[in-house]
């Protein structure tokens, strides 16, 4: 009788004590990753299709801002940038130009030696067959008028050659004088091609500003996941950082729990844990998570978290990742078992 009584008694305490034992190491509330999407341009929202609890995929257009006068803007610098072309083309074709009349003028210098060549050759002829009549003529085979000829056409052959260098030295350095200047007005050209360039330079900058600005006016998604709030309607005007959406990505969620400093030394980075979300009247769904930060500093235990040991006053924050199929929420209770 005795050991019935003390059997019934041990099993009394086992039970309570298995009530009072929970089927969690601590708690917390649901949190996402949330991003409030806001304006990057002034202007009137043309198009805008958001709503809230609406799916969104990451880069997806969601809207507009006006972009009239950008795009203007953008059209005109188009034309700008296809006039220095033209301009750039035709100085182009006039520096190609001068470069022909460079070789043209080239080709009309004269080899001086060559050209006198013939007059150098006439001479030396002339002076041989001076010194064969003058021979002849200290024997008295020849009259002495031969051999003065012969002095004349030497005397007006010498002055030929002179008169011959003379003209063609003038002509070459004539012709010098304008390959420079040809050359001056390449080089003027090269400059103005240059100017040009910079011009083209400043036009292509331009736009590219242009169109950053005009791709600040679609409205995009930041990430994959779900609309929260839905601060504008289409046809508003908007200013710069005004909100107008915030999203959330509720498919990578986190709960946020707190742990005692005892329970600490048993928790890591990296670490594989059992998420459940309660919702109420023991009606639970679990998910496998992992730890993925852990506070260096503790805090004071708040009001509505419940610690393995109730008694703590200090406590510190981790968060557990965990893949969400829908039915967890933001906000809701959770709990960690380690």
Not at 186 to 199: C, E, F, N
Not at 203 to 210: C, D, G, L
């Amino acid at each position: 009788m005795k050991k019935i009584v003390i059997l019934a008694s041990l099993a009394i305490i086992m039970a309570s004590c298995g009530k009072d034992k929970k089927d969690y190491d601590a708690t917390g509330t649901f949190e996402a990753t949330e991003v409030t999407v806001s304006a990057e341009s002034n202007g009137q929202l043309i198009s805008f299709n958001v709503t809230e609890g609406q799916t969104l995929n990451n880069e997806l257009t969601v809207g507009q801002i006006d972009a009239r006068q950008l795009t203007l803007k953008r059209e005109q610098l188009a034309t700008s940038n296809e006039q220095l072309t033209a301009t750039h083309s035709q100085l182009e074709a006039n520096k190609r130009q001068l470069q022909a009349n460079r070789q043209a003028t080239a080709s009309k210098q004269l080899d001086l030696e060559k050209q006198v060549a013939s007059i150098r050759q006439q001479i030396a002829n002339q002076l041989r067959e001076r010194e064969r009549f003058a021979e002849l003529l200290k024997d008295g085979a020849v009259p002495r008028k031969q051999v003065d000829d012969i002095d004349y056409q030497i005397q007006v052959l010498q002055k030929q050659l002179v008169a011959t260098q003379e003209q063609i030295a003038s002509q070459n350095a004539s012709l010098a004088e304008q390959n420079k200047g040809l050359a001056a007005q390449m080089d003027g050209i090269s400059s103005q091609q240059t100017g040009v360039s910079a011009q083209q330079a400043g036009v292509r900058n331009q736009q590219a500003q242009i169109d950053d600005q005009i791709a600040h006016t679609f409205v995009k998604s930041p990430l994959t996941g779900t609309v929260l709030e839905k601060y504008v309607e289409q046809g508003e005007f908007v200013s710069v950082g005004k909100p107008l959406f915030k999203i959330a990505d509720t498919k990578r969620m986190y709960i946020r729990a707190y742990i005692t400093s005892e329970q600490l030394k048993n928790v890591k980075l990296g670490q594989k844990v059992k998420v459940m979300a309660d919702y109420g009247r023991g009606e639970k769904k679990q998910y496998n998570g992992v730890v993925t930060w852990i506070s260096s500093r503790s805090e004071f235990t708040p009001k509505s978290i419940v610690t393995d040991d109730e008694r703590a006053d200090l406590v510190y924050a981790i968060k557990i990742q965990f893949q969400n199929d829908g039915y967890a929420k933001i906000g809701m209770y959770g709990e960690v078992k380690f």
